[in-house]
């Protein structure tokens, strides 16, 4: 009986997403037939971006994201718009340096500053809220972070709200996220710079880790399992 039920929500989220790609597609398609210069408007846009310099560039990439802004705007861009003046170590070690202030800002909020809040209201309620046993602080890190789907800001909130210990939570958090950084960053500058070789290194590498985690959630997934079906 669970089985379906955790099947379901994945393709709804799958549909949805796949409905909502096809519309962008499609409005950007129109706008293209229609004479819309995308490749001067993204080129006005970057320019923008390096016009604000990386200080405020790294600063939004890692306080934005934490309330909701989305994280792929600026990965996509760092490659593009800052290496050639820092270089491609300086470009990586800011975008992993910005992501570790993004993860450590949402663990606070949620656990220190929403979490008692939310606690109160829950135990009003009449409900109990639910606690992580911490010999699975690492599953749980491990498995939000490579379940595709919630936001990047959710997924650190739901752990955080978890209270899953911070130095836990900032190794798996920190690694997962530089990585799949450091991926659309290169992604990111081949693309918009026109370099097919490389646009295939970074789609290559994110279909990588894309498949790297989801090996990863299942061999969790079983993980967990297990002991349910030992005890029946």
């Not at 398609?29 to 846009?45: K, P, S, T």
């Not at 997962?176 to 097919?196: D, P, R």
Request: proline share 7%; aromatic share 10%.
């Amino acid at each position: 009986m669970e089985s379906p039920a955790g099947v379901s929500k994945p393709n709804k989220g799958l549909v949805i997403k796949l409905a909502a790609l096809i519309v962008i597609a499609g409005v950007a398609g129109v706008a293209v037939l229609r004479g819309l210069d995308v490749r001067a408007l993204i080129d006005q846009a970057l320019e923008l971006v390096r016009g604000a310099g990386p200080v405020a560039f790294f600063a939004g990439m890692a306080v934005l994201p934490a309330f909701g802004f989305p994280l792929s705007p600026f990965t996509l861009s760092a490659g593009s718009v800052f290496a050639p003046t820092m270089g491609w170590p300086l470009v990586l070690a800011a975008t992993w340096l910005a992501l570790s202030i993004n993860v450590t800002l949402t663990y606070v909020a949620a656990r220190w500053v929403a979490r008692p809040w939310l606690e109160k209201l829950v135990l009003r309620f009449g409900y109990r809220w639910p606690q992580v046993k911490p010999d699975g602080y690492w599953d749980i890190t491990i498995l939000v972070r490579v379940t595709p789907g919630p936001p990047f800001f959710v997924q650190s909130a739901l752990l955080g709200l978890a209270q899953v210990p911070l130095r836990i939570y900032l190794i798996g958090s920190i690694l997962i996220a530089g990585l799949y950084g450091t991926a659309f960053v290169i992604f990111g500058e081949a693309l918009l710079s026109g370099k097919g070789r490389m646009v295939m290194m970074g789609a290559g590498a994110i279909a990588a880790l894309a498949v790297g985690t989801q090996l990863l959630r299942r061999h969790y997934a079983r993980k967990k399992a297990t002991p349910e079906l030992t005890q029946e």
